[in-house]
Nanobody, 121 residues
């Protein structure tokens, strides 16, 4: 069974840093875009950042200059380095990936279970 497992969430003070990791496992032939999304209490899920298989990145305006997304294709893992954290970054962070089970098959979308990030003094 293919799954995404996130780690690295926690409680941090404003101005602090955290690094999230998300590893894909199971029967995977190839992973295309990987990304991070977040959902704050009472709000809809929103894009944080995405990264293509070739390394092209995309960020939400609210995190540009503070967050950095990266990936290790050999490990099927995506990271999110979060610096200068603000209370408004508090949310459940979800990992997302589009993967193929075998050559020439279509891509399927997969979500992780989420990891909680709380920014508070």
């Amino acid at each position: 069974q293919v799954q995404l497992v996130e780690s690295g969430g926690g409680l941090v003070q404003p101005g602090g840093s955290l690094r999230l990791s998300c590893a894909a496992s199971g029967s995977i032939f190839n992973i295309d875009t990987m990304g991070w999304y977040r959902q704050a209490p009472g709000k809809e899920r929103e894009l944080v950042a995405t990264i293509g298989s070739g390394g092209r990145t995309n960020y939400a305006d609210s995190v540009k200059g503070r967050f950095t997304i990266s990936r290790d294709n050999a490990k099927n893992t995506v990271y999110l380095q979060m610096n200068s954290l603000k209370p408004e970054d508090t949310a459940l962070y979800y990992c997302n990936a589009f993967y193929a089970r075998r050559a020439l098959s279509g891509y399927l979308e997969l979500w992780g279970q989420g990891t909680l990030v709380t920014v508070s003094s």
